[in-house]
């Protein structure tokens, strides 16, 4: 055709689109940032709920755009809408807030979105495509497809029998690719349907090359391939919206998971092709975790695992803190190094580089975030613990909710002990397991156990809560309370010294740990709690003498 005919090809096309790319070049300009400001871009789509390999992603984004002074946005691609699912932009938007990954731009929660590079959802910026797609007509860049269902499938049967080393719409093979002006309008005006496909000039021979900023240069074949870039109902797919958006959104790096990889020569291809300045690109790794099964690395399942979805983080209770500092584990070796010579500081202050990111799967490991997470949760302030722990529970957990809530200065000063000193307690990893650790506090529910230890006998059991009752005083200070309770050894078979004890122990019942063990089985029903004393003072008098004498009664029954 001539120059002439893709002029008449376009208007008969695209008769409704009235712009040309330049006025998009003119309303979406050049951001001005400062040199070496990075400009990412999380674009998920809203079809299912948010996965933590696509937190992993949004985090790389969010701190690659931070650490240059740059800008990240996070774009809604929902042009595949038979996929989509209700209201998934709320799950993506939701997941993400949860645990504090902020953009600087883009889509908000369902239907709000902040920025002037907008709209941020790609099925409001159809006339940006279908201008972009008309352009790409007029320049004999792009032509319409007329190839039905049974047509492409006889096609690919026909490349396989041919032996074609690459199966798909190109050269020879695509049969729609050099009508006439007049095949083409004869087709229109009969109501045949059409895709817009991409006229590739690209070479089974030829190889591209380009830097990925994780994986170092790679090569691989040049794209041959007409790629469809508009479906037969005007709507973009997804490798031509991603250029236009990633180009009038000024988008300088796409950071994506390595499994887009493959369609980096058909990109760079559309971008050359509509004018555009190709980014940079970053493939990062799959989130990984161990088979229980085999042993093997496998990506994490929606189906098999729970922790691959971010909602199972938020439903347990992990702080958002832990969950981010566990990811920049995961991100960058070299973050565990930076938090050690930077206690205190938050996570996303790290100054996080692409180029020092590993290649390799990266594995999810449950075990060692509950350690992080202990660590996060035994650095925080009682206040604060209570005030997550009432928000959590309040959502997940309505009964303990309703216990807690009667009296908040009860809860925080349970929270309290061994808290907010130099070694603090880490026996908390996630709000969901409050509960069950704060038990013994509420009779509501709390269940008396009163197993011994095997060296302690119920009788002696007995003989040491009798005499404790008779000297137990709440208002006690610490070496005044302890006193008492090395009080009551000698009296009663057991030393106050434990070197003496281990020196020579046929010679006692045991010594005055075993003694604090019987008070603390009597008081909380385990062998293991934080500091007694201050376990006592917050339970009060009356509860904890009723709870020394029922346990007296139940070893005088033994």
């Keep these: 055709m001539t120059q002439q005919d893709y002029q008449a090809l376009a208007e008969l096309l695209f008769p409704s689109v009235d712009k040309t790319p330049q006025y998009y070049e003119e309303l979406y300009p050049e951001r001005g940032l400062k040199e070496g400001a990075r400009v990412t871009r999380f674009a998920p789509s809203p079809t299912g709920y948010l996965h933590i390999g696509g937190l992993f992603g949004a985090l790389v984004d969010v701190l690659t755009a931070k650490v240059s002074g740059g800008v990240s946005y996070l774009r809604i691609e929902d042009t595949d809408k038979k996929r989509e ?23 908000t929660g369902f239907g709000t979105e902040k920025g002037a590079y907008g709209p941020y959802t790609q099925s409001s910026r159809v006339e940006i495509y279908q ?32 032996g074609a080393a690459i199966t798909g719409y190109f050269g020879k093979y695509a049969k729609c690719r050099d009508l006439s002006f007049n095949e083409i309008k004869a087709n229109i005006e009969s109501g045949k349907s059409w895709v817009l496909r991409f006229r590739s000039d690209g070479s089974e021979e030829k190889r591209i090359t380009f830097e990925d900023m994780i994986r170092g240069r790679i090569e691989m074949p040049e794209n041959i391939i007409d790629e469809v870039l508009l479906k037969s109902d005007g709507v973009p797919t997804y490798h031509f919206a991603h250029v236009c958006d990633d180009h009038f959104m000024r988008t300088t790096h796409v950071i994506r998971g390595e499994e887009w990889i493959s369609s980096v020569p058909k990109h760079i291809a559309l971008f050359k092709a509509c004018g555009f300045r190709v980014p940079k690109y970053a493939h990062t790794p799959q989130v990984m975790k161990f088979d229980d099964e085999t042993s093997d690395k496998r990506k994490l399942s929606k189906r098999k695992d729970p922790e691959a979805a971010v909602s199972y983080f938020v439903v347990e209770g992990f702080p958002k803190e832990s969950l981010i500092e566990y990811l920049l584990t995961l991100i960058s070796s070299g973050f565990e190094d930076w938090r050690r010579a930077n206690p205190g500081v938050p996570a996303t202050d790290y100054p996080f580089n692409l180029k020092k990111m590993s290649s390799s799967g990266c594995l999810f490991d449950l075990v060692k975030l509950t350690d992080v997470s202990k660590n996060v949760i035994s650095a925080m302030k009682a206040d604060d613990v209570a005030g997550r722990v009432t928000q959590w529970a309040k959502e997940y957990s309505p009964d303990f909710y309703n216990l807690i809530e009667k009296n908040p200065g009860y809860l925080r000063d349970a929270l309290n002990i061994d808290r907010e000193n130099p070694k603090p ?134």
């Design 85 to 107: 699912i209700e209201d998934g932009v709320s799950a993506i938007t939701n997941g993400m807030r949860a645990f504090g990954v902020e953009f600087d731009e883009g889509v």
């Design 425 to 558: 307690r880490k026996d908390i990893s996630k709000w969901s397991e409050v509960p069950a650790y704060l038990e013994y506090f509420y009779d509501e529910i709390y269940t008396p156990c009163f197993t011994l230890p095997q060296n302690i006998a119920p009788a002696d059991a007995k003989a040491v809560l009798d005499e404790y009752i008779k000297v137990f005083d709440v208002n006690d200070d610490k070496d005044t309370w302890f006193s008492k309770i090395k009080g009551l050894c000698e009296p009663l078979g057991f030393t106050p010294n434990v070197k003496e004890y281990k020196a020579n122990p046929d010679a006692f019942k045991g010594h005055v740990g075993d003694v604090s063990t019987v008070i603390r089985i009597a008081v909380t029903s385990r062998s293991q709690t934080p500091d007694l004393w201050s376990v006592m003072k917050v339970l009060g008098t009356d509860k904890v003498r009723s709870r020394l004498e029922s346990a007296a009664a139940f070893y005088g029954k033994e």
């Design 131 to 162: 201008t972009v797609a008309k352009s790409l007509v007029e320049r004999g860049l792009a032509y319409p497809c007329f190839c039905t269902a049974d047509e492409l499938s006889a096609l690919r049967e026909k490349q396989e029998a041919d």
